[in-house]
């Protein structure tokens, strides 16, 4: 007798499941519930539908029911709300969204993919009729509607993750005057605070308007206004805070709800009803490095996480192996990716962690195209085991980023990264990759043959008076340099040693760290034993002073930037 089987959600999880499981029954009874107008449809890339990108949303639709049945013999329900769950029946009660009309549906097997709601908090004016969200293809199409029948040009982004930072630039690439507002100190929670302040740079150099530190506290006609008081022009709103998964279902069913408000999941994705699955974004996942309960809304882990729950009811075994949440985006020219953890998610878990902050270039710097490329990369101490990295570039970010997820996933370490054969060739990157190159420096500080300071320490050592050697030539010097610092190049420091105190710490940067570590490393052997490499450098340390700077109107510590 074939199975019946039924999902609830269309999009990522729901869709791949039934995909999965008609490749492994083809008598199984599928069909799939979708409360909107379109099912598999490109979540994350709706927000370039703003820009023209993508100027025909019907392409942001990848299948439609009709295909479904037609290509994979798939019932694709749309505008078809699944209101309730009666696991005494094994039946769902379903509201057709257009007609009001209930009807209850029979399942041997039920897979809920439910996905998040756009979080909107209860303030006044939220309800407004220029206040968006973006979460579907009728959201964007809507949201670009009134923009462009209105002639709006200010307009309001609430919160600076993904959607939010991708909705400000498509709106910014329309030509329009984007404000993104963000209650917390920096924006994209996975970045660390002096990697972030490069992607702060470029939003404010592209134009947007971009309010830290400020949450918003009512919607007005014209304008929003902060907690601060501030008023900010804007005839439309977009709220993009972030998303709750969508548990009511499972609640009112009696499943298990885990401790981050996600649905309870075992490692074959089964609730704690053994008819009832659950994916995607309303479930709360392993986290692989920190041990601890996540939810993660990414498309990818939904993807694996639907491949397992379908196997799982045909008796196929599946290794759960976590998630470390591997994302990417484009942040106007600059492109960025992490994966694993940062900082202060290494602090939250007690995990004894150093890290490192490099900046080569993204390939052999003689060729067209070659630009330099901020890594920073986390390890475990005493084991060098990685934990996680960050990437900023305008070249191939995601490769480095991958290619260190996957070191992640197998349990590497910064001897496994320093030992990796990747492809070379000077179009595509160098012959001691980025990676490589990260796991070389990390040795190093991890046997102690080198001390490092952060970028984010050096305004109190310069407010401190410390001693900073600049170890650039003296024309980079003169283009710009740290007010206090005193330069001995690298090709003078060894004639110059009377200058290097031995009585006080040393701090000693370059452009980049390259420079500087040489010099570092031959006084270490000549005996001194109280000098730091300043991690990321003269460079590094623009990037994470200027925003800052500007914004506070505060003054520099630097005579110019250098941001090349």
């Not at 890290?355 to 490329?373: A, L, Q, R, W």
């Given at each position: 007798m074939s199975k019946r089987i039924l999902i609830v959600g269309g999009v990522a999880g729901g869709a791949s499941v039934a995909a999965r499981i008609r490749r492994l029954d083809e008598d199984a009874e599928i069909v799939m519930f979708e409360r909107?107008?379109?099912?598999?449809?490109?979540?994350?890339?709706?927000?370039?539908?703003?820009?023209?990108?993508?100027?025909?949303?019907?392409r942001l639709v990848l299948m439609n029911?009709?295909?479904f049945d037609d290509q994979y013999k798939i019932e694709a329900r749309t505008n078809s709300e699944v209101v309730k769950i009666n696991r005494d029946k094994n039946t769902i009660t379903v509201k057709n969204v257009q007609s009001g009309e209930e009807y209850e549906e029979a399942y041997d097997k039920l897979v809920l993919s439910p996905g998040a709601n756009p979080i909107v908090p209860p303030l006044e004016g939220v309800n407004s009729d220029h206040v968006f969200t973006v979460r579907n293809v009728v959201d964007i199409e809507k949201l670009n509607t009134h923009v462009q029948k209105e002639h709006i040009e200010e307009i309001a982004v609430i919160g600076g993750g993904f959607i939010g930072i991708e909705v400000a630039e498509n709106l910014a690439h329309a030509g329009k005057k984007v404000s993104l507002v963000e209650a917390q100190d920096q924006v994209m929670a996975p970045f660390d605070n002096d990697m972030v302040q490069i992607l702060h740079k470029e939003m404010m150099d592209k134009g947007i308007n971009l309010v830290l530190s400020d949450g918003i506290d009512k919607v007005e006609e014209n304008a929003i206004v902060l907690q601060s008081g501030k008023k900010v022009g804007a005839q439309a709103v977009v709220m993009a805070i972030g998303v709750r998964p969508e548990t009511a279902l499972a609640k009112d069913?009696?499943?298990?709800?885990?401790?981050?408000?996600?649905?309870?999941?075992?490692?074959?994705?089964?609730?704690?009803?053994?008819?009832?699955?659950?994916?995607?974004?309303?479930?709360e996942v392993h986290h692989k490095i920190t041990g601890q309960k996540t939810r993660l809304a990414l498309a990818g882990p939904a993807q694996r996480q639907a491949r397992a729950a379908a196997d799982h009811i045909y008796g196929i075994p599946h290794r759960n192996t976590g998630v470390i949440g591997s994302s990417a985006i484009k942040v106007f020219d600059l492109n960025a990716a992490s994966t694993g953890i940062n900082e202060k998610t290494a602090k939250a878990a007690n995990i004894d962690y150093d890290?490192?902050?490099?900046?080569?270039?993204?390939?052999?710097?003689?060729?067209?195209?070659?630009?330099?490329?901020h890594f920073k990369l986390l390890f475990e101490v005493p084991t060098g085991k990685i934990l996680g990295a960050q990437a900023i570039g305008k070249g191939n970010v995601d490769k480095r980023i991958d290619v260190i997820a996957t070191m992640i996933m197998m349990n590497g370490t910064l001897e496994d990264l320093k030992e990796l054969e990747l492809v070379y060739s000077p179009v595509y990157g160098t012959a001691k990759d980025v990676v490589n190159f990260a796991g070389l420096v990390g040795l190093n500080i991890l046997n102690g043959q080198v001390k490092q300071v952060k970028v984010s320490d050096i305004r109190d050592l310069v407010e401190s008076d410390a001693y900073i050697i600049d170890a650039r030539e003296r024309k980079e010097y003169e283009a710009g340099h740290l007010v206090n610092a005193k330069n001995v190049p690298l090709s003078e420091f060894r004639n110059r040693l009377e200058e290097i105190p031995t009585d006080r710490p040393v701090y000693i940067h370059c452009r980049s760290g390259?420079?500087?570590y040489n010099v570092v490393a031959s006084l270490n052997n000549m005996g001194y034993d109280n000098v730091y490499n300043v991690s990321g450098s003269f460079l590094g340390v623009s990037l994470y002073e200027y925003f800052t700077d500007q914004v506070k109107e505060r003054n520099p510590i630097v005579t110019k930037y250098n941001f090349k």
């Open positions: 909107g107008p379109h099912v598999s449809f490109s979540n994350c890339a709706l927000p370039y539908h703003l820009s023209g990108d993508i100027a025909d949303s019907n029911p009709e295909k069913a009696g499943l298990e709800i885990g401790v981050t408000g996600g649905i309870k999941v075992n490692h074959n994705y089964a609730t704690n009803d053994k008819d009832i699955y659950a994916v995607g974004d309303a479930i890290y490192v902050y490099v900046i080569p270039t993204d390939k052999v710097g003689i060729m067209p195209g070659s630009n330099v490329m390259q420079r500087s």
